[in-house]
């Protein structure tokens, strides 16, 4: 069986005929032009699952249905009598789509706070925990990804979450020591997943996977973003948060480079 969603709203979930061996006959609709090599040399990449991204402004406007339309949304989202999602994506602190102001959860007045002592998830964050726990109860398959646009302000070299592009680097010495020497703030960096990940198991949403950074080559001022190097985001991963999840007794994977379609890691200025 087939389903077809598209943009003009013609399909919302529907069936329709399933791909056919050939060039098949779909009317007006798009022809199907498959080859598929089911054999073990045909397999390229195992699919983690389908789903949708959760960010402030899903929450927001979820949490302003009433208690029985949110429920049937779900249902609809999340099981077998609708779209039956299996992968979720959301938002660690602010992003494109937050109201301002611009958030992360341990800003700390943008004081330094090397030691965490501020973390906390806060209003917003603590919304976003409790929707996917609600998410994680109706599907049990459900893979929860956490992707931040920026880390706190006062662990950035130009010291803001956004509203300046200039130095819109993690204060972890690769810039300014060549990758050599200081290391900045490269272990709070890795704490600060620590304690999202273990505030957000308290209230039911177990994070099974993080990326280090949305859009890692995107730098801009509008909203919160944070450029991180491909060779930098190796080390970060390898010296820094990988040996945090598992000092912590954290199963969390980090995936890595989380970026569009056709973008690529350099290694030049952006």
């Known amino acids: 069986s087939a389903y ?8 919302k979930l529907s069936s329709i005929t399933a791909p056919v061996q050939g060039s098949g006959s779909p009317g ?20 983690t699952g389908f789903g949708a991204a959760v960010t402030d402004a899903t929450v927001t406007s979820f949490n302003t249905l009433s208690s029985s339309t949110l429920q049937q949304l779900l249902n609809e989202l999340m099981t077998s009598d609708g779209a039956n999602f299996s992968l979720m994506r959301h938002t660690i602190g602010a992003s494109d789509l937050s109201g301002d102001p611009v958030y992360t959860y341990d800003d700390n007045g943008n004081e330094a706070d090397p030691s965490l002592s501020g973390f906390g998830l806060g209003d917003r964050g603590t919304a976003m925990a409790e929707m996917l726990a609600t998410m994680k109860s109706l599907q049990s398959d459900l893979k929860v990804l956490g992707s931040p646009w920026s880390a706190p302000g006062w662990m950035k070299l130009n010291g803001v979450i ?20 200081s290391t900045g703030y490269s272990s709070a960096f890795a704490q600060y997943f620590v304690k999202y990940i273990q505030a957000y198991e308290a209230l039911g949403a177990t ?8 859009e890692p080559l995107n730098s801009q001022s509008g909203y919160p973003t944070m450029y991180v190097y491909d060779y930098e985001s190796a080390q970060l991963i390898q010296k820094y948060i990988g040996p945090a999840l598992a000092d912590a007794g954290l199963s969390t994977e980090i995936w890595a480079f989380d970026h569009n379609t056709g973008k690529y890691p350099i290694l030049d200025n952006p």
């Open 207 to 214: 994070v099974d996977a993080i990326t280090i950074q949305n």
């Open 28 to 47: 007006s609709a798009s022809t199907w032009k498959l080859s598929i090599d089911d054999t073990s040399s045909g397999h390229k990449q195992a699919i």
């Open 4 to 11: 077809c969603s598209d943009s003009s709203g013609t399909y």
């Open 162 to 181: 956004d509203g300046n592009a200039t130095d819109n680097n993690l204060n972890d010495g690769y810039l300014t020591s060549g990758g050599t020497g």
